[in-house]
C-alpha cells in the first residue's frame, strides 16, 4: 500500500497556473503508473492525467490536453500536475492516485485501476 498526500491547490483567477504536487511514501515509487482525477460539486470523478511509471509515457483527458502536464520526480517519490490557462470549469477537488499492479501501463485508465488515493486538493477558479 502506498501513501499519497496532495499539495498546491488554491484560488486562482481564469487564465492563470498552479502546481500540484503529490508526495507518495510506502512503496517503491517508481515501479507503478500514477495519475491525477478530479471531482467538480455535483458532478463524478474524472480521469485527468496519467503517467507511466518510467515516466516515458503520459496522455490527458481531452478538456485538459495541451494546458495540463504530468510529471514526476522517482528520486523524490513525487508526481506532480502543471496546470496553465485554467478555466473556470477546471474548478474541482483534485486527487493522485496509484497504479495497483507493477509496470504496467494501460492505453486507457479507469479509477477501478487504481488501489490508493490522496485526500484530494482544492482547484479553485475565477472567472
Known amino acids: 500500500q502506498v501513501q499519497l498526500v496532495e499539495s498546491g491547490g488554491g484560488l486562482v483567477q481564469a487564465g492563470g497556473s498552479l502546481r500540484l504536487s503529490c508526495a507518495a511514501s510506502?512503496?517503491?515509487?517508481?515501479?507503478?503508473?500514477m495519475g491525477w482525477f478530479r471531482q467538480a460539486p455535483g458532478k463524478e470523478r474524472e480521469f485527468v492525467a496519467a503517467i507511466s511509471w518510467s515516466g516515458g509515457n503520459t496522455y490527458y483527458a481531452d478538456s485538459v490536453k495541451g494546458r495540463f502536464t504530468i510529471s514526476r520526480g522517482n528520486a523524490k517519490n513525487t508526481v506532480f500536475l502543471q496546470m496553465n490557462s485554467l478555466k473556470p470549469e477546471d474548478t474541482a477537488v483534485y486527487y493522485c492516485?496509484?497504479?495497483?499492479?507493477?509496470?504496467?501501463?494501460?492505453?486507457?485508465?479507469?479509477?477501478?485501476?487504481?488501489?490508493?488515493w490522496g485526500q484530494g486538493t482544492q482547484v479553485t477558479v475565477s472567472s
Open positions: 492516485a496509484a497504479d495497483q499492479s507493477y509496470h504496467r501501463w494501460k492505453s486507457l485508465y479507469s479509477e477501478r485501476d487504481f488501489g490508493s
Open positions: 510506502g512503496r517503491t515509487f517508481s515501479n507503478y503508473a
